[in-house]
């Protein structure tokens, strides 16, 4: 497993739906969640789709979903994956999810189905369980129990990762988990992905490139509820 460093003009058209987009703000929330689970990643998003703009010139545009504070709203929310890139302040690493897991049709309805609801709905940031979940990830208790900050599953709210990890669930590409533990390093390090990473964009490229520590290796049934 490596992490490369891809542009993502390149990257563009190789992206589908269900794949992770991780992300390493420079605000005093991201900071926050970095700390607490020990990491350099603070939010992550999915691809929504993938479309082709113009056929004979072969360019794509892709949507990304998240939950975050985006143009004023906080929320679950869907923007061109692009115009994010542009705007964010940061790394941004692109993880693919292993290509097998995604052939089913009737699971790609159900993740985009799912997903299209809580946009719809304008699903609000759920900024409790989001330090919550952070904060349970410091807790290491015997025989399978609960930190103070454990979290039962809620979908009246979302924070990023649960929103992402709610989805993949629908997709039948992770068993079932409690999404509302799930935190962004976490999510990352799901053995769900393709031996490769990318780093799409370098927030500071005057300091050497982070990469995503233990990526890849963990499996999902740990966070089952």
């Not at 208790?141 to 990762?161: A, I, K, M, V, W």
């Amino acid at each position: 497993m490596a992490m490369k460093t891809l542009s993502y003009a390149q990257a563009r058209p190789l992206m589908k739906a269900g794949d992770v987009i991780a992300f390493s703000g420079k605000g005093h929330f991201s900071e926050v969640i970095k700390l607490a689970t020990r990491s350099g990643v603070s939010h992550v998003g999915v691809v929504l789709q993938t479309q082709v703009m113009e056929i004979e010139s072969g360019k794509f545009f892709n949507q990304i979903i998240e939950s975050a504070t985006i143009r004023g709203f906080s929320g679950v929310s869907i923007s061109l994956l692009s115009e994010r890139l542009d705007e964010y302040e940061g790394d941004i690493w692109w993880l693919p999810i292993q290509a097998k897991l995604t052939e089913n049709p009737e699971n790609h309805k159900a993740f985009y189905n799912f997903l299209f609801q809580q946009a719809k709905l304008k699903k609000p940031y759920d900024f409790p369980q989001a330090v919550q979940s952070a904060v349970d990830a410091m807790d290491e208790l015997p025989f399978g129990l609960h930190g103070p900050g454990y979290n039962r599953e809620d979908f009246s709210r979302f924070f990023c990762s649960e929103l992402v990890a709610a989805a993949l669930e629908r997709a039948k590409i992770v068993g079932t988990i409690n999404a509302s533990e799930v935190t962004p390093i976490d999510l990352c390090r799901w053995n769900i992905y393709e031996q490769d990473y990318y780093l799409l964009k370098q927030g500071n490229p005057d300091k050497p490139a982070q990469s995503i520590t233990r990526f890849n290796s963990m499996d999902p049934a740990l966070w089952n509820l």
